[in-house]
């Protein structure tokens, strides 16, 4: 069974200040792995999607790593904004359901 | 169309009433997921369609819970006097393929039972 962790639970940082968030996976033969973000009562919002084949993905301010064999993946935020505050969460496919890691809350202050 | 469409947005129905919810996947994509989450908890997963497949219905909570999708497109959940404890976001997602390709969520649907 997949087991999907994110540490750290909740990030607090200054406005301007670089997120790195991480998320591990148990059994390293994925698909792919996908980033969403969720604003409270929201659906979630697709952020970045790496392919297994792939090492990273980048998107404006966001980069995220994958390393199969390690089992990890690390989304970076650069320059963040009071608007990245969110809820961030790492999926992988798990048969064809997904995976959820339990997700790191992210506020930024002004 | 353009993205995952879900409705209602928000719905507030008594105990004992029956409610539906709608998805309406983005065109194409022969998968469609529901989950649900619950205030602080992370996502559920309640049932999957793949094409003409017959559906996963593993993770339904109870016999209350049902969904249907039809001509492989719009699907509907429907839970059966609802409980208290049915109060959720409940969100859908479509995908191209079961596994390769990513998954786009709709906005949720908001369900208070009072």
């Known amino acids: 069974k997949q087991e999907v962790t994110q540490i750290p639970a909740a990030l607090s940082v200054p406005e301007g200040e670089n997120l790195v968030l991480n998320c591990s996976f148990t059994?390293?033969?994925?698909?792919?792995l996908q980033w969403f973000r969720q604003d409270p009562g929201k659906g979630l919002t697709s952020l970045l999607l790496?392919?297994?084949?792939?090492r990273e993905q980048t998107s404006g301010r966001l980069n995220a790593s994958l390393d199969k064999s390690s089992g990890r993946s690390t989304l970076y935020i650069a320059a963040s904004q009071p608007g990245d505050s969110a809820t961030y969460l790492c999926?992988?496919?798990?048969?064809?359901?997904?995976?959820f890691g339990a997700g790191t809350t992210v506020t930024v202050r002004a | 169309g353009a993205g995952v469409s879900q409705s209602p947005s928000n719905k507030v129905t008594e105990k004992g009433k029956d409610v539906e919810l709608r998805c309406d996947p983005i065109s194409g994509h022969t998968a469609l997921y529901w989950y649900r989450q619950s205030l602080g908890q992370g996502l559920e997963f309640l049932i999957y369609?793949?094409?003409?497949?017959?559906?996963?219905k593993s993770g339904l909570p109870s016999d209350r819970f049902s969904a249907e999708r039809t001509g492989g497109s719009v699907s509907t959940l429907t839970i059966q006097r609802t409980q208290q404890e049915d109060s959720a976001v409940y969100l859908c997602?479509?995908?191209?393929?079961?596994?390769?390709?990513?998954?786009?969520f709709g906005s949720g649907t908001r369900l208070t039972v009072v």
């Open positions: 369609f793949q094409g003409n497949s017959a559906p996963d």
């Open positions: 790496i392919q297994s084949s792939q």
């Open positions: 997602a479509s995908s191209l393929v079961g596994q390769g390709g990513g998954y786009t």
């Open positions: 999926a992988v496919p798990n048969d064809y359901k997904l995976s």
């Open positions: 059994d390293s033969a994925i698909y792919n």
